[in-house]
């Protein structure tokens, strides 16, 4: 009865992680479909190269990195007891998706800062665009900064028992050490790993926050106070007002998402 049981739970568990590989595969061709959309978009479709469209298709770039080289991994790392994918995926890994993450969050914000420059400065917004290339190139080199360190502190490790080899993957950062007064105990700590991440904390989520935050609440503030001199149709007045309204529940969704 119990080895029954014991294989119902097995089988269940079995079917389980076979629908979860299932749909990571499902989700993996589905932003490989929608990048290649994206780019076949903006490189055939006339008037389609602006620089927003081209932070569109680096943020889809960026994204789809995410999904090629980290979600496989991580299931195999889920289905197995230990690492079984070596030295160089472990470094590898880690790296990639702090790379990917960093330039996905660094594009978004730089589109809040596109939308700001060519909606709130109009004039200046062709001059922004001709930088577009260079703030691409910018966003990939400041992510290789952040993310560089985990080439150095991110290694496979193991250890080798009689009859079975314990393999994983794990931060090998500098570690100080130090004795607890009170309890006479030996204690250790890494403040430069502590430091690195904190770090990406504020690369990742409240810098770019910030900015978005901003940038938008300044663009609704902008297109709600815009007056055109003279005098307009009806036609005129509705358009801008659903212009308004358009532009208003954008940056309040995306401000939802922060």
């Known amino acids: 009865m119990e080895r029954e049981k014991t294989k119902t739970i097995a089988e269940e568990i079995s079917n389980k992680e076979n629908a979860n590989g299932r749909q990571r595969g499902i989700r993996k061709v589905v932003v490989v479909v929608v990048v290649v959309v994206v780019v076949v978009v903006v490189v055939t479709v ?21 999904v090629l080289t980290c979600s496989w991994t991580h299931l195999v790392d889920d289905l197995t007891p230990f690492w079984v994918l070596g030295s160089f995926f472990c470094t590898f890994n880690t790296f990639s998706q702090v790379l990917s993450l960093v330039a996905s969050i660094s594009t978004l914000a730089v589109i809040a800062g596109d939308r700001f420059f060519g909606i709130v400065f109009a004039m200046k917004a062709h001059f922004v665009e001709r930088r577009a290339s260079w703030t691409i190139a910018l966003i990939w080199v400041f992510s290789l900064a952040v993310a560089s360190p985990l080439l150095f502190f991110r290694r496979y490790q193991e250890e080798h028992w009689r009859n079975l080899v314990e393999s994983w993957c794990d931060d090998v950062w500098p570690v100080e050490f130090w004795v607890d007064e009170e309890t006479g105990e030996q204690m250790a700590h890494s403040p430069l790993r502590r430091l690195y991440y904190m770090t990406v904390c504020v690369v990742l989520f409240f810098i770019p926050c910030l900015i978005m935050t901003i940038a938008y609440a300044v663009i609704i503030v902008t297109v709600w106070s815009a007056k055109v001199p003279g005098e307009r149709i009806s036609k005129d007045i509705k358009s801008q007002i659903r212009l308004r309204k358009r532009v208003s529940d954008l940056s309040l969704i995306l401000i939802g998402f922060l």
């Open 46 to 66: 006339r008037g389609g190269a602006t620089a927003t469209n081209f932070y569109i298709v680096n943020l889809a770039v960026a994204d789809c990195l995410v």
